[in-house]
């Protein structure tokens, strides 16, 4: 028997976050920590929200120290500012950095173990305080997912998993994506792409997961160019949705390889997840698509690939389109390109093999695999040795 558990009240459209007082209403909750960091303060994004939860009668207590990567520090910060200030629930806006800092949050503020040994699958006991997610970019899914993600001292980007961490509410507003940079744009929707292809290809998919990726794939394939080269509003709102739908299909399935290998480039050499991922994508394509290529041709083809006689040319050609997608969206071809050295190799590689999604990748994975998919990664080498078919 298999079961999917899905919790947000999700609500969505333009101006949706202008209710968010009244779902607190619905919540019981008299103040809430809002989540996020400086640079959502300083664009205004909060100015609107605040002033729902006031006319409600909801008050507030603005922890805006969330860092990118946020780490166990972060966590306990944000935890103990909730405690100081007296709080009954939690309002995260941002991108996955802040909501998953709310989640982190949350789970100390209810579970009295140390915040490590509630990581891994299902061992969080308590639920969280109310938690009202809303994203600001289009690439996390955390707004809807039981993910979250707390880097720890070693570097290391340790995920927590429990259907106790998903958000109560989830409030997708598509307008305020329209100001967010383009370069944002382009990694967090190739974030949510990713989302979507590992959970339609990994060994765990199944038919709720690949509903919810196959219409992911299909709006970010038609909304990706217009929202990042046009800043395109409907194409925007499109993206939004579908990074939701993505987080959905993730949840149900998981994930792989590519976010296995990037949490610990991210980790280790601090570049942001979204990026480290959408760089990653197309070499471990290159690599996996023999390990279920029907699955990576339907993937293609809802890229807009044509059938190419067979499951695997046709996957191979959804590999090419990938990384022209890349190039039109000034996402680099490699890591060296943005400065980033192998230096922490062993280390990341060591770090890849921790990840749970390892076991359930479309293909199964040696360290020589991890090791040559690095080295192409980071010199921009493509197509892989270890794939040409
Ligand atoms: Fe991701």
């Known amino acids: 028997m298999s079961s999917i558990y899905l919790a947000s009240h999700i609500q969505f459209g333009v101006g949706a976050r202008l209710n968010i007082g009244g779902n607190f209403c619905s919540l019981n909750c008299k103040k809430v920590m809002v989540v996020t960091d400086e640079g959502i303060v300083k664009a205004g994004i909060l100015d609107d929200i605040i ?5 409600s009668g909801i008050t507030y207590a603005l922890f805006d120290k969330v860092i990118p990567d946020p780490d166990v520090t972060c966590v306990h910060k944000a935890r103990d500012f909730y405690l100081v200030e007296n709080c009954d629930g939690m309002l995260a806006v941002g991108g996955g950095s802040s909501i998953d800092t709310a989640k982190g949050a949350g789970l100390l503020i209810t579970n009295s173990d140390p915040l490590m040994s509630l990581a891994g699958l299902d061992k969080v006991k308590n639920p969280l305080p109310p938690l009202v997610a809303i994203p600001t970019t289009c ?17 290391a980007k340790i995920p927590f998993v429990s259907s106790l961490l998903t958000p109560k509410v989830a409030i997708l507003d598509p307008e305020l994506l329209y100001k967010l ?8 929707g190739i974030d949510a792409l990713t989302h979507a292809v590992e ?7 199944n038919w709720y997961a690949d509903a919810c990726a196959i219409q992911a794939v299909r709006m970010i394939s038609k909304n990706i160019r217009p929202a990042v080269l046009n800043q395109d509003e409907k194409a925007l709102g499109e993206m939004l949705y579908a990074s939701s739908l993505a987080g959905i299909s993730f949840t149900v399935a998981r994930l792989g390889l590519v976010h296995a290998m990037s949490h610990p480039v991210s980790g280790f050499a601090g570049v942001p997840h979204g990026l480290a991922n959408a760089i990653l994508l197309p070499y471990i394509l290159d690599f996996n698509l023999v390990g279920n290529p029907e699955a990576h041709a339907l993937f293609a083809k809802e890229l807009g690939v044509s059938d190419q006689g067979s499951a695997i040319q046709t996957a191979k050609a959804g590999v090419q ?16 390109e943005i400065g980033v050295n192998d230096e922490c190799m062993s280390n990341m590689i060591e770090d890849t093999f921790k990840s749970p ?5 479309a293909r199964e994975v040696t360290r020589k695999d991890v090791e040559e998919i690095y080295a192409a990664s980071f010199s921009g080498k493509l197509p892989l040795a270890v794939t040409s078919i």
């Open 321 to 336: 389109e990938v990384i022209k997608m890349n190039q039109e969206l000034g996402i680099p071809k490699s890591f060296s």
């Open 199 to 205: 959970a339609l290809t990994n060994k765990n998919e």
């Open 357 to 361: 999604n390892i076991a359930i990748n």
């Open 51 to 55: 002033k729902s939860l006031s006319d």
């Open 139 to 155: 690439g996390t899914g955390s707004e809807v997912t039981n993910v979250t993600v707390i880097t720890d001292e070693q570097h």
């Open 181 to 188: 940079p383009s370069h944002i744009v382009a990694a967090t």
